[in-house]
């Protein structure tokens, strides 16, 4: 594991933690409360802008995201 230095994995925790940041931030801009997972889920959606697929009317209901 040579090419595992603490540089390399300094920055790849950077990266990770500030795309976490992005989602934690995004759960509290949703316009709707459900349990933990559906607004995980839905705040990657608004995150990365992927459309999102779901049944729970909650989450439809949902103005700030797009739908498939």
């Given at each position: ?35 933990p997972a559906d607004e ?17 009317e909650r989450i439809r ?8």
């Amino acid at each position: 594991m040579g090419w595992i230095t603490p540089c390399w994995c300094r920055r790849w925790l950077d990266w990770k933690s500030g795309h976490c940041r992005e989602v934690c931030l995004n759960i509290a801009a949703l316009d709707f409360v459900s349990d933990p997972a559906d607004e995980l889920i839905a705040a990657t959606s608004l995150t990365y802008r992927v459309p999102l697929v779901t049944r729970d009317e909650r989450i439809r209901a949902c103005k700030k995201l797009t739908l498939a």
